[in-house]
């Protein structure tokens, strides 16, 4: 029985969101939007796409911070993927298929607004972890549209075209299953996405390990 994969969205670590999203406007075109807020010692935006896809820019803003630490030290001042996070049509069912506990989430939105949600597998990285909302499909579609309006790119961005991971096959199909994700595999032995792709109407872009200027 299918689990009803899709891409929800890729994190992308930066050392800075302003100036990360700031190039990715002057050299792709596409618009950004403040994410929520954090407390660990990073700060995010937000690129929507199609909706309700998104690219997650998580950066830097107090590396005496346990999450600033962390994520200081895994970008060894580089950008790159981090991870990607899978939509799901029923958590429960697909956490209890792995074996994993569902917790539940609330983020508060620098406009204001909270978001609620509930996810599994967040222990697990780099493997993908799965999320529902708790508000409903058409709920959330509407929220992604209003952030895509207000991202206005200069491009008009779709959804993800492939994700690229490495890893050995057997983790990876055991994980996502028989989905038709558009998976593709990497020349590495370590788990985890290092590229990601979306479709766009000037071309692909493609997300990978950048120097930071």
């Known amino acids: 029985m299918s689990e009803g ?15 990360a999203a700031k190039r990715l406007r002057r050299e792709f075109g596409l618009g950004s939007v403040p994410g929520g807020l954090h407390l660990g010692g990073t700060t995010n935006r937000l690129i929507p796409l199609e909706p309700p896809a998104y ?10 911070k346990p999450d600033g630490a962390w994520l200081t030290s895994t970008l060894a001042g ?13 958590i429960d069912r697909s956490a209890q298929q792995r074996g994993l506990p569902v917790q539940s989430g609330l983020m508060q939105m620098t406009d204001g607004s909270s978001l609620s949600f509930r996810t599994a597998g967040m222990n ?29 790119h200069d491009c008009r961005p779709g959804q993800f075209s492939w994700v690229e991971l490495g890893g050995p096959p057997e983790v990876l199909d055991g994980w996502h299953g028989d989905s038709d994700l558009p998976i593709r595999a990497a020349d590495s032995a370590q788990p985890g996405i290092t590229r990601a792709a979306i479709a766009c109407d000037a071309g692909e872009i493609v997300f990978g390990p950048h120097a930071s200027s």
């Open 78 to 90: 580089c950008e790159r993927v981090l991870w990607w996070v899978l939509s799901v049509d029923d």
């Open 124 to 152: 697990r990285y780099p493997l993908p972890f799965f999320v529902a909302y708790d508000a409903g499909p058409q709920a959330r579609l509407n929220h992604m549209r209003r952030l895509l309006a207000e991202a206005a």
């Open 55 to 64: 690219i997650e820019l998580l950066g830097i803003s107090d590396p005496t």
């Open 5 to 19: 994969f899709f891409i929800d969205h890729v994190i992308y670590g930066v050392q800075n969101v302003d100036v």
